[in-house]
């Protein structure tokens, strides 16, 4: 779905490209790991009908965009795909949801949502955490203890998990507490809670809505990696290293503009003469800044 034959690189979790079905499971199809005998993706396709492993009963052969954002509301503006994908991918660390982009939407940037709450959901991937496997990282047990929860990239982790993390990872931590905490995840979260993002993930979304915004964006930065090339500007400062908790930190409630300055323009305004675009980007302070 999100790695066809035209993509380079792969996803180091599981074997690409190779999986086992039977016909006892209709539409599940195993993949697994590249270095054990672990099965470490399930892919559901169309002829699946079953329960999720949260426990949300999906049947595919029907199962609509707009369906989807009704199950899961917070992938409602977790536009992604690969620039040598056919599809939108809507997904956190473990499961993903794939929905067939139309190539003859033009322009396709900014995207139009409405166009697409129609079109059908054609596979599930339920994959692995990246930290599974990691011979580096602590089993995660969970423990009735008198600690805040903790997730780290929209997963839940144990208080030991995060002893692995250099700091020079972590883009932003957010604390939670008493009713905050608890309208967030429930009393389970009576203790608190703290929720941490690394910069390869905050990355990753403050680049998918980035793209949603601006059509001149998504050409200047088609992947990733095309970040190195440009540089951020957040109300009128110049963002140096250990920003991206900043600008994931940006959604609908608090963007305002966003412009992008050519190198010359860049050199001009700035004195940046390092990099080929300029980025920049208006925006209110979150309301719940200092409320958490």
Known sequence: MDLPKKCLGQDSRYTAGSGYA???QPGIVFQKDQETDYISKIRLTRQFKGNL??????????LRLK???????????????????DYWKFSNDTISFYVKIDPEKQPQFPIDQAYYLEKPVEAVDLVMS????????????????DDPLFFIDSIRVNKNTLKVYDPSEIASVTVYKDSNAVKKM?????????????????????WNYFKMKSSQYAQIVPTIESNKEVQYILN????K???????AAIDDSTFKDLRILTKKELIKEFGISDKQYGVVITSDVPGNLYNR
Do not use: M
Request: charged residues 30%; glycine residues 8%.
């Open 236 to 239: 009128k400062r110049v963002l």
């Open 130 to 145: 990246c930290y599974s496997l990691n011979s580096d990282k602590q089993d995660i047990v969970f423990e009735d203890t």
């Open 186 to 206: 429930g009393l389970a979260a009576k203790n608190g809670l703290i929720y941490i993002e690394t910069k390869e993930f905050a990355k990753q979304r403050y």
């Open 67 to 85: 369906d989807l954002f009704s199950i899961y509301p917070q992938l409602k503006d977790d536009w992604g795909s690969r620039g040598c994908s």
């Open 53 to 62: 492993p949260d426990g949300h009963y999906i049947d595919l052969g029907s």
């Open 22 to 24: 039977c016909d006892e």
């Open 241 to 247: 290293e250990n920003s991206e908790g900043d600008l």
